[in-house]
């Protein structure tokens, strides 16, 4: 069980810092990548949600993230659903809210 926590650990914070399509290290750097705002939410909009590559990511989380970045949003989980997924459901309710803490705004 450690490893799995160690490894969910080292996936979610792998995709965080995991630099976006384009070379783009923040929002405002849109311009700069050779990207407008509009190619920019076409992008979004009409094209297929990124992939996480299997070598580098645990199958749970790639599953996870794949789920939550479906276009139709029926299509997507509920908050309930996301914390049966495989990768969530065994976390604990304190690993979690320290995931949570750490995502906020501050």
Same mark, same amino acid.
Request: proline share 6%.
């Given at each position: 069980e450690g490893n $799995? $926590?160690?490894r969910r650990h080292a996936d979610a914070d792998e995709?965080? $810092?995991r630099p976006r399509e384009h070379h783009c290290a923040a929002p405002?750097?849109?311009?700069?990548c050779g990207m407008t705002f509009w190619?920019?939410? $076409?992008?979004i909009v009409e094209g297929e949600?990124?992939?996480?590559p299997p070598d580098e990511f645990s199958s749970q989380f790639i599953s996870m993230i794949?789920?939550?970045t479906r276009k139709a949003a029926a299509e997507r989980p509920s908050a309930t659903e996301l914390l049966k997924n495989a990768w969530v459901a065994p976390a604990s309710e304190k690993e979690?809210?320290?995931?949570?803490?750490?995502?906020?705004?501050?």
């Open positions: $799995t $926590t160690a995709f965080e $810092t405002m750097e849109v311009l700069t190619e920019l939410l $076409t992008e949600p990124a992939r996480l794949a789920a939550c979690l809210n320290a995931w949570i803490d750490k995502l906020k705004p501050r």
